[in-house]
């Protein structure tokens, strides 16, 4: 089933209708040859899929009929990772399709003291379209219709500050077991940089209440530790439901 994505604001719920134009229109008329009749499914990202019937195709956008709406409710367990950006983009671009697909329910780009790739004020609005993108077409993909929330370019001291209900560092240096439960929490974990944490930094967020845990013996990249332990949370609300 494919989806097409169709923003909160283009349905129009007294005359249960709804306008896809952009890139989803070309896509469903141009390459799809989709027609006045026929069905498409649209999420908005807020968790709903709109069931519909293509009622008029005009140039650049589908006027759709909407026969249904499906809802998806939030996970369980509220999961967000803050993780550093990457010196090599694809690697940071791979933690968001991925992450998505399993579900994470917030991403916080961040800058840690070791952060290389730190980008110029001027540049996150583009940034951060590119960003969203990747994260509609990983929605589209493991057809889920709630869109995980991203947040700007954040200082990993703003990110201690959050008041989620477990807080987590996973510390290379750390032998710590990971003996936490996570089902049905609000989780956040901080993900470091290539170089990882500073010590300095690993002790303010003692301080801001996050606890210290190991990913093992092996030294992991940043977007590998990130699917880590976002996996881990998933897997455990698996286990119990």
Known sequence: MELFYAPPDTYNAQTHSLALSGDDAHHAVTVLRKKVGDELRCIDGTGRCFVSTVSEVSKGTLYLAVREILVEPPPKTHLSVAISLTKTPERFENFLEKSTELGVSEIIPMITTRTVSRPKPAQFQAKHARWQKILISACKQSQRFRFPHLHTVTHFADVLKRTDDVKV??????????????????????????????????????????????????????DTAGLFVVSMVRAEELRQT
């Open 169 to 222: 560092i996973p510390y290379e240096f750390s032998k710590e077991p990971i003996r936490l439960s996570f089902a049905g929490k609000r989780v956040l974990f901080v993900i470091g940089g290539e170089g990882g944490f500073t010590p300095e930094e690993v002790d303010a967020a003692r301080r801001a209440g996050f606890q210290e845990i190991s990913l093992g013996e092996t030294i992991l990249r940043v």
